[in-house]
């Protein structure tokens, strides 16, 4: 994740007062950008359902996400104490997306969906708070994470050979538009298949770091374990 950290500038999203510029009134542009989706869904209660805004929704999240990659600590905590930001999130997490789904509409949900969960990502891996961390996995909708990866993997990944991973088979044919005919995973295919597994890594990193009752509940386990039956 490296390839995309800019510590110095980070910081100065935060901050751009320097002991040359003191005077300088400073705007914590990672704050304001996650105050904006906040107050686009306050203007909109709804407004997962508009698939006019959900571009825009994207680039933000988009933004946050390079805002916190290197690690940059101070963004980390920052944007993953934002319970008004988390609540936005847990709105998409509680969604039920058609991963099948080749619609447009449908599609640009998904995208957002997965950045989404790139962005939590973001906040989480080689964060060193783990008051932060435990604050962020008491505010997640852990259930509804648990829900999503089962259904990648029974609508996308569990239909495929696993050679077709392994592999990395993409379909190159013209008029697949409702999927490869012979079952080679599409642009939208590596997507969702990516993000199934980047909510695997983030649920492992949650249960690696804490022993929490949100963790290893029956219910959850039992959806896990039916991915292998």
Do not use: W
């Not at 003191?22 to 997962?48: K, R, T, W, Y």
């Not at 449908?106 to 906040?123: G, K, N, Y």
């Not at 909708?141 to 392994?166: A, E, N």
């Not at 995973?185 to 009752?213: H, M, W």
């Amino acid at each position: 994740m490296l390839f995309r950290s800019y510590g110095d500038f980070q910081n100065y999203l935060r901050s751009q007062s320097t002991e040359a510029k003191q005077d300088i009134v400073s705007s914590n542009l990672v704050n304001e950008l996650s105050n904006f989706l906040i107050d686009l869904q306050l203007a909109d209660p709804n407004i997962v359902n508009n698939t006019q805004m959900l571009q825009l929704i994207r680039a933000c999240l988009d933004s946050l996400i390079d805002f916190c990659l290197g690690p940059c600590q101070e963004n980390q905590v920052l944007l993953a104490r934002q319970r008004h930001l988390i609540s936005f999130i847990n709105s998409f997490l509680d969604r039920d997306i058609d991963f099948s789904s080749t619609s447009h509409d449908d599609i640009q949900i998904i995208d957002v969906f997965s950045s989404i969960i790139e962005f939590l990502l973001a906040v989480v891996n080689g964060n060193k708070d783990e008051k932060t961390v435990e604050f962020l996995l008491n505010q997640l909708h852990i259930d509804s994470l648990v829900r999503q990866i089962v259904v990648i993997y029974k609508l996308v990944i569990g239909k495929r050979p696993v050679k077709i991973f392994r592999q990395a088979r993409v379909c190159t044919h013209e008029g697949c538009h409702d999927g490869c005919v012979k079952g080679y995973l599409t642009e939208r295919d590596f997507l969702i298949t990516e993000t199934g597994f980047n909510i695997y890594i983030l649920l492992t990193i949650f249960s690696e770091k804490f022993d929490n009752p949100k963790l290893r509940s029956e219910e959850h386990t039992s959806e896990l374990q039916s991915l292998t039956n």
